[in-house]
């Protein structure tokens, strides 16, 4: 008979864990142990979308600035013709 306690056969005292049923956790608790276990990934997906993000509002923000900078070129050009 293999002895009792040691790594292979760890004695278990009940406690109120055991005994008691336990609720399943919220989503929120779920969503905030994934991010407590993956935390280092998570901060370089955060960084590496923030430069993917500021990538996009260039390129948008860039046209935006040049439709602006067309239209105040016409409208100087009405103005100055009348």
Not at 38 to 65: K, P, Q, R, T
């Amino acid at each position: 008979m293999p002895p009792k306690g040691g790594l292979l056969f760890p004695c278990r005292q009940p406690s109120e864990k055991m005994t008691q049923a336990q609720t399943p956790p919220s989503r929120f608790q779920q969503l905030k142990l994934h991010y407590e276990r993956n935390e280092h990934a998570f901060d370089i997906a955060a960084f590496i979308g923030g430069f993917l993000f500021d990538i996009a509002m260039l390129g948008v923000l860039s046209v935006f600035y040049a439709g602006l900078v067309r239209w105040k070129i016409r409208l100087r050009g009405a103005i100055s013709a009348r």
